[in-house]
């Protein structure tokens, strides 16, 4: 299944209202999972974001942040995310991924 259209948009609605990130990159990767058995469920996602809340937090904690912020998403839109959640500090020194969409 590829994602639809609006999910990218959705997913970056949800993220700036929940974390208010300085920096947010969505990569729509759906159509390199397409054909395994979980893709017809949704599409699938990397996410690149840094945010204040993310400064000493753990790996963990960033995660659920994360995904409690896009909560109904995962319903039916949203199979898989691939998360990247630094803090500031990390993220003036951490290089962009290729083909996300600033």
């Given at each position: 299944?590829?994602?639809a259209?609006?999910?990218?948009?959705?997913?970056?609605?949800a993220?700036?209202?929940?974390?208010?990130p300085t920096?947010?990159e969505?990569?729509d990767d759906?159509?390199?999972h397409a054909?395994?058995?979980g893709?017809s469920?949704?599409?699938?996602?990397?996410?690149?974001?840094?945010a204040?809340q993310?400064r000493?937090?753990?790996?963990?904690?960033?995660h659920?942040?994360?995904y409690?912020?896009v909560?109904p998403?995962?319903q039916?839109s949203?199979?898989?995310?691939?998360?990247?959640?630094?803090?500031?500090e990390?993220?003036a020194?951490?290089?962009?991924?290729?083909?996300?969409?600033?």
């Open positions: 299944m590829i994602a259209p609006d999910t990218v948009q959705r997913l970056r609605q993220l700036e209202q929940a974390l208010a920096h947010l969505i990569l759906s159509a390199r054909g395994h058995p893709a469920a949704g599409g699938h996602y990397r996410v690149t974001l840094v204040a993310f000493g937090r753990s790996v963990l904690e960033r659920r942040l994360v409690a912020a909560a998403l995962l039916g949203v199979h898989a995310l691939n998360i990247r959640a630094l803090s500031p990390e993220g020194t951490a290089p962009a991924r290729p083909g996300a969409q600033p």
